[in-house]
Nanobody
Framework: QLVQSGGGSVQTGGSLTLSCTSS????????IGWFRQAPGKEREFVAA????????YYSESVKGRFTISRDDAQNMVFLQMNSLKPEDTVVYYC????????????????WGQGTQVTVSS
């Protein structure tokens, strides 16, 4: 069970931070990913952080603007979102995976409840 917090509304160019936490004792041994989904569209990969060496992955659309990080001592993963654009306006989900394909949403076994991010122009 993953629980998300953060999100909200900002203007173009603003910043938001999303957080994801779990009470799972094996949280630190999972890759944690962030996905987003617009109404009527498929859920798309945003970023992920591997549990080994904290290797990070980003989609091209957010690379250089978003930063994923984790604090395993607190069982938390963060998505720092800077230079936000109106097209970033969607619902964001965090998810946990024990697989080796962090960009594949079907490799994730647990999902957060979703958080709305709204960027106004």
């Amino acid at each position: 069970q993953l629980v998300q917090s953060g999100g909200g509304s900002v203007q173009t160019g603003g910043s938001l931070t999303l957080s994801c936490t779990s009470s799972d004792r094996d949280f630190s041994m999972n890759t944690i990913g962030w996905f987003r989904q617009a109404p009527g569209k498929e859920r798309e990969f945003v970023a992920a952080i591997y549990w080994i060496r904290y290797t990070t992955y980003y989609s091209e659309s957010v690379k250089g603007r978003f930063t994923i990080s984790r604090d395993d001592a607190q069982n938390m993963v963060f998505l720092q979102m800077n230079s936000l654009k109106p097209e970033d306006t969607v619902v964001y989900y965090c998810a946990a995976s024990r697989g080796d394909t962090p960009q594949n949403l079907y490799s994730y076994h647990s999902w957060g409840q979703g958080t709305q991010v709204t960027v106004s122009s």
